[in-house]
């Protein structure tokens, strides 16, 4: 299996840009199709952006397309997204996961390993 940590949360007005970091260890790591997930206090967990095994395609929210890119480094075992133009709606943990047997998936439901989530929030 494989271990996931995410790093790179805190606290940022709006309009700030962070990066968060996955890093796995375990197995291989370019076997994994990665996502980016987040969830906000009283709402159910929601896809953020996630990208093949290669790190050739990828597929972002609508509510985060032209803010948020995902991209990987599969030399360094790391999966990150960079966020910009943070707006207070964007506030939430944010989890990553690895899927196997798929190239990339939005469902959350098909990730079979998950990182432990690291918060974000975004002040007016």
């Known amino acids: 299996q494989v271990q996931l940590v995410e790093s790179g949360g805190g606290l940022v007005q709006a309009g700030g840009s962070l990066r968060l970091s996955c890093a796995a260890s375990?197995?291989?790591?370019?076997?994994?199709?990665m996502g980016w997930f987040r969830q906000a206090p009283g709402k159910e967990r929601e896809f953020v952006a996630t990208i093949s095994r290669s790190g050739g395609n990828t597929d972002v929210a609508d509510s985060v397309k032209g803010r948020f890119t995902i991209s990987r480094d599969n030399a360094k075992n790391t999966m990150y997204l960079q966020m910009n133009s943070l707006q207070p709606e964007d506030t939430a943990v944010y989890y990553c996961?690895?899927?196997?047997?798929?190239?990339?998936?939005?469902?959350?439901?098909?990730?079979?390993?998950w990182g432990q989530g690291t918060q974000v929030t975004v002040s007016s």
């Open positions: 375990g197995r291989t790591f370019s076997n994994y199709g």
């Open positions: 996961a690895a899927v196997v047997g798929v190239v990339f998936s939005r469902i959350s439901s098909q990730y079979d390993y």
